[in-house]
């Protein structure tokens, strides 16, 4: 097939290697075998950077989708010839397939293949997900490994599982987190995007539950990161919210995160919610970014500027 292209000599090389590209991607769901011997066959594509690396973990994926064990016999035989193809991201595409049939498998693959950095292994297979069950086993061997690996990015698979908790539904996702005994930095892993994935009529309901799940500077991080992500969004159902929260640490931290979002757009209803907040650090903090995010586009608003910094004594 590669000859067919090379020999058509109407075509200049640019547009050779574009068509062998485009025929390599073409088969790479459907005969990622084929679709491998045709790259490793084109010296123009082993040098493609980006693209070729793409084209080998989608083929990879595939093809260890059905037969885990032929993928990686192709990677140990052309990880001796070409040893600078088979990177850590071409080995998660492997590792993604492969756990789509057998997950246990795919986290036994990231040791066998001995991978520099397995986060974007262990993310493929999060992001692989699709049930309940399969997170429940997702979760316990991620745990085994690590213990294996203490150091390493548990946290951004956990992360990846956000997605799916918050498709089930406020109700049955929570319950789901309760039922598996998550460790607070498990829970953390979670909800650093759990309410920006949440429907919009439970975003606040997730808000909610990280503010009584985590704790300290963990908890008021990612309480506010997710009020000034949903005031980005809808500030009106986000302003809402607020107001219904009872006071306490969770509505501290998302009245910080409702500020920093309208500041620059809304600076005095910014200082109205600022002003909420018990004196101290807190409100000082967002005295001070209201000032910093006040608009400076008119002489009327550089004045409203320095007349909000004499009022509240921001240095």
Known sequence: ??????????????????????????????????????????????????????????????????DPDGALEWVRENGKKHPDLI??????????????????????????LKMDDPSSALRGIAQGIRTPEERGEFLNLMRVYQEAHPDGEGGIAMYHLADGIANDGFE????????????????????????????????????????????????????????????????????????????GSTKTASVKGYVEAVAKYDPQTATQWALTLPEGEARTESLQGIHRKWPTDTPEQKAAREEFKEQYGIK
């Open 1 to 66: 097939m590669i000859g067919i292209f090379r020999d058509a000599t109407d075509l200049d090389e640019e547009m050779r290697t574009g068509m062998i590209t485009f025929a390599i991607m073409m088969l790479a769901n459907d005969h990622p075998q084929a679709a491998l011997s045709l790259f490793t066959e084109s010296e123009d594509l082993l040098g493609e950077g980006m693209m070729g690396a793409h084209i080998l973990s989608s083929s990879l994926a595939s093809w260890a989708s059905t």
């Open 87 to 112: 990177t850590d991201n071409v080995k998660a595409g492997l590792v993604k397939g492969a756990a789509t049939k057998d997950m246990k498998l795919a986290f036994d693959l990231i040791a066998e």
């Open 172 to 247: 049955k996702g929570s319950k789901w987190i309760a039922e598996q005994k998550l460790s607070e930095e498990e829970i953390g892993g979670i909800s650093s995007s759990i309410a920006g994935s949440a429907k919009g009529a439970e975003k606040g309901q997730w808000i909610a539950w990280m503010g009584g799940n985590l704790s300290g500077d963990t908890r008021d991080s990612q309480v506010s990161g997710a009020m000034r992500n949903w005031t980005q969004t809808d500030y009106r159902a986000a302003g809402e919210w607020l107001t219904a929260e009872p006071e």
